[in-house]
């Protein structure tokens, strides 16, 4: 009898919120697995992003806390598209993946390299930028690969160098940290002999750091750097690709990296060598 009276309960209730309109006819509703769609993502009026805080020029945050970079000007661009404002989620190389997988954000823009691996656990979209490893050191003291035997190599977690020295340098002692900010500090600090990452990033960091170079300017294949969506919401994929393939004619990637990039850069490199303008052929 009490569970009966238990059950009648819970129904009057359920009755009860309904009428109420504890759920409004027509509102967003998320499916099972919590991933927003791309109508939920309007009418909400606003896209979650995750970028890196701390990766600058790419994506990092100014003295007034904006943020600020490469990716910042894709993902600004995204959401005008979509007609909805955006909100920047500071993520780690490490952890960035499990953003999506948790739904924190709709799609992640932190200058994620593709891999294999990678594509196991995400979905790409076009890729928007060529990219891959280099090593930067104290001036002249690391020129070629070789010269890492039995010393230390700062490493972000999570990173397209942890994977590679890990595989093909298993020699070299990897000095591991969650943050960038973190690992260019150790380098700082004389806590390892060199650090790598995208050669594009330490590139620019080498040039704002008197007493660093980048010694080892290309390692390993030319990758590409595109956005990720969660695996299999193949909406908001496609919704992606289509944006970028519009952004392509526009030649806009050009255009993001002299407002961005060159600043940074100047002379020591230039768009053709680090931005895509159309689908790869090998992508």
């Avoid at 595989?167 to 943050?179: A, C, I, N, T, W």
Wanted: hydrophobic letters at 40%.
């Amino acid at each position: 009898m009490k569970k009966l009276l238990t059950l009648l309960m819970i129904a009057t209730l359920a009755l009860g919120l309904a009428a109420c309109g504890g759920v409004e006819e027509g509102a967003p509703v998320a499916d099972k697995a919590g991933t927003r769609t791309v109508e939920e993502i309007k009418k909400s009026g606003e896209i979650t992003i995750g970028v890196f805080g701390d990766k600058k020029p790419f994506g990092y945050m100014d003295e007034k806390g904006q943020f600020k970079g490469y990716d910042i000007a894709l993902g600004d661009r995204i959401a005008k598209e979509l007609g909805v404002k955006v909100k920047y989620i500071p993520v780690e190389a490490a952890s960035r993946v499990e953003y999506l997988n948790a739904n924190k954000i709709d799609l992640l823009l932190a200058n994620f390299t593709v891999t294999d691996e990678r594509k196991e656990q995400v979905d790409f979209a076009l890729p928007y930028m060529k990219v891959s490893l280099g090593v930067v050191s104290p001036k002249g003291a690391i020129t070629d690969v070789a010269q890492l035997k039995d010393k230390t190599l700062i490493i972000s977690k999570g990173t397209t160098a942890e994977t590679y020295f890990t595989e093909k340098h298993p020699e070299v002692k990897l000095q591991k940290y969650d943050q960038y900010a973190e690992a260019y500090s150790a380098l700082l600090d004389g806590r390892g002999d060199a650090m790598s990452t995208d050669n594009t990033e330490v590139l620019a960091w080498a040039l704002e750091n008197d007493g660093y170079d980048v010694g080892i300017k290309t390692l390993g294949d030319v990758d590409y750097i595109a956005p990720a969506v969660k695996k299999g919401n193949k909406e908001m994929l496609d919704c992606v690709n289509g944006i970028i393939e519009k952004l392509y004619g526009e030649k806009f990637f050009t255009k993001a990296f002299e407002d961005t990039l060159a600043p940074t850069y100047g002379d020591a490199a230039k768009a053709e060598d680090m931005v895509v303008e159309e689908k790869p052929t090998d992508f």
